[in-house]
């Protein structure tokens, strides 16, 4: 399991490395979570989407430009977005969930105001 240097207060002390680092860990996270779910739980009857919201970041400025250098992607809210951050092709909803959640932590660990947002197909 990767670690992350969250000893930092300040969001713009982030490099392009970092935040590829803190990207990757959450993903991991998120996978382990989610077949952890799957494990626990199995194949859930409903059916749904999860993903995660980073919020407060400007595009325009230095720490937005290095989100997009490390592959970070706004949505049509202005927040960025990883949509299920497990990567699991199940359609179960709450494992997704489970998933969006674990990734959420990692990016509020780092400082980020991130949450995890889902909703029924």
């Not at 670690?3 to 382990?32: F, G």
């Not at 400007?58 to 049509?76: H, I, V």
């Not at 990567?87 to 509020?108: D, R």
Request: net charge neutral; charged share 20%.
């Amino acid at each position: 399991m990767t670690t992350i240097n969250t000893s930092t207060v300040n969001l713009n002390d982030y490099t392009v490395a970092d935040l590829e680092q803190i990207r990757a860990a959450a993903l991991q996270h998120a996978r382990d979570a989610a077949e952890a779910h799957i494990e626990q739980y199995g194949e859930q009857w409903y059916c749904g989407f999860a993903w995660i919201n980073i919020y407060g970041i400007k595009g325009s400025t230095k720490l937005g430009r290095r989100m997009k250098q490390a592959g970070y992607e706004k949505d049509y809210t202005g927040a960025y977005s990883i949509w299920n951050p497990s990567g699991l092709g199940t359609q179960c909803m709450s494992t997704k969930e489970a998933g969006a959640q674990a990734a959420a932590k990692v990016f509020s660990a780092a400082g980020f105001k991130c949450y995890a947002g889902s909703r029924a197909d």
